[in-house]
Structures are given as structure tokens and as C-alpha cells.
């Protein structure tokens, strides 16, 4: 089993800037994938960005240029550093992790609300 719990988030003016972080446990050796999803009220989940255990990253297309996603391998975390927030990103961000094996892991979830 693989537990990750999520920090950083909270309340953020418009235009404003968040650093999320993950702390993996448990059976981590063949976690591959480091990722970040969101889910905003009534909207079904979706991907904000990815990093491979090599660093390879994917984004989607809503965030590029302004969140990057990063990890430290030793430490068993993974960052996405939200830089010029919007209030329609107001939502739960959660943690995921796929092993070599396509298994997902997913946090608990942690609220981010974008507003003045």
C-alpha cells in the first residue's frame, strides 16, 4: 500500500500563488508517476499535471506556463508550484500516484479556493 498525504493549500487571492506538496509512504519503490488532479464543485476530476520517476512532465493545457510540478526522489515527494490563479481553479487537489504496474493511488485531498 502506498499513503500520500497533501499540504499547502488554502485560501489565495486571484492572481495569486500556492505551493502544493506530497508525501508518498509505505510500498514506494515501484511508484512511477507523481501527479496532481483536481476536482471543483459539481465537475468531474481532472488532470493538472504529472512528473515520471526520470522527471518527464505533463500538464494540462489550462495550467502550462503557469504551474510546474517537481519532485524529490529522496524525500518521496511531489510539488506543483501554482503561480497566477484563477477563481474557476477553486478546487479539491488531489494527490496520485501510478505504480509500475498501473495500480492508482490517490490522497485524501486538500482544498484550494481561489477568491477576493
Known amino acids: 500500500q502506498v499513503q500520500l498525504v497533501e499540504s499547502g493549500g488554502g485560501l489565495v487571492q486571484p492572481g495569486g500563488s500556492l505551493r502544493l506538496s506530497c508525501v508518498a509512504s509505505?510500498?514506494?519503490?515501484?511508484?512511477?508517476?507523481l501527479g496532481w488532479y483536481r476536482q471543483g464543485s459539481g465537475k468531474q476530476r481532472e488532470l493538472v499535471a504529472e512528473?515520471?520517476?526520470?522527471?518527464?512532465?505533463n500538464y494540462a493545457d489550462s495550467v502550462k506556463g503557469r504551474f510546474t510540478i517537481s519532485r524529490d526522489n529522496a524525500k518521496n515527494t511531489v510539488y506543483l508550484q501554482m503561480n497566477s490563479l484563477r477563481p474557476e481553479e477553486t478546487a479539491v487537489y488531489y494527490c496520485?500516484?501510478?505504480?509500475?504496474?498501473?495500480?492508482?493511488?490517490w490522497g485524501q485531498g486538500i482544498q484550494v479556493t481561489v477568491s477576493s
Open positions: 496520485n500516484a501510478i505504480s509500475n504496474w498501473a495500480i492508482r493511488y
Open positions: 512528473i515520471t520517476k526520470v522527471g518527464s512532465t
Open positions: 509505505g510500498i514506494i519503490a515501484g511508484i512511477n508517476t
